[in-house]
């Protein structure tokens, strides 16, 4: 069956980095574009980032700049690697595909805080 798993969240200082993972498997990983959403308390689930099959990338305006998302076919796994983080990118990151319908993982909770 398909599953998303999401790493690599935690707490971390204004200004500081983190590098989410997501490990797929049950589908087939390499030709879906993969998103990054986040869902902050209180707000509803942005979408934060897309990864096209083929390597194409969209950012949020919010994140731009400051965030990376990538992906590795042969470990089917995306990445969200996030610089100059700030207090209000504190939400539950997660992983997710669109297919018949939509995937999710379980999510990852980032923090960024003094």
């Known amino acids: 069956q398909v599953q998303l798993v999401e790493s690599g969240g935690g707490l971390v200082q204004p200004g500081g980095s983190l590098r989410l993972s997501c490990a797929a498997s049950g589908f087939m990983f390499r030709i879906y574009a993969m998103n990054w959403y986040r869902q902050a308390p209180g707000l509803q689930r942005e979408l934060v980032a897309t990864i096209t099959s083929s390597g194409s990338t969209n950012y949020a305006a919010s994140v731009k700049g400051r965030f990376t998302i990538s992906r590795d076919n042969a470990k089917n796994t995306v990445y969200l690697q996030m610089n100059s983080l700030k207090t209000d990118d504190t939400a539950v990151y997660y992983c997710?595909?669109?297919?018949?319908?939509?995937?999710w993982g379980q999510g990852t909770q980032v923090t960024v805080s003094s």
């Open positions: 997710n595909f669109k297919s018949t319908g939509d995937y």
